[in-house]
């Protein structure tokens, strides 16, 4: 297998696997409630991209505020 084959399984796969909200809070020691407030989430299951999108928009609107 070539590392460009592998990068593309690794991309396809990341979009097509769903995140359980409520384990990523478990793992992160906050509740549930609590991380989908703070990323914008209203789903139990999102896609790593959608959560990789709402992760940068949180850290941008979080690393502006400590100017």
């Keep these: ?11 396809n796969t990341s979009q097509r696997e769903a995140v ?6 478990n793992l992160a020691g906050f509740p ?5 407030k703070e990323l914008l989430i209203e789903d139990n ?4 991209e ?3 999108a709402s ?4 850290l941008d ?3 502006g505020e400590k100017a």
């Design 32 to 36: 549930t409630d609590f991380v989908k």
């Design 45 to 48: 299951q999102v896609s790593m």
């Design 1 to 11: 297998m070539s590392a460009i084959t592998s990068t593309q399984d690794v991309a």
């Design 55 to 58: 992760m940068l928009q949180y």
């Design 20 to 25: 359980n909200m409520e384990e990523l809070a």
């Design 61 to 63: 609107a979080t690393m």
């Design 50 to 52: 959608q959560l990789r």
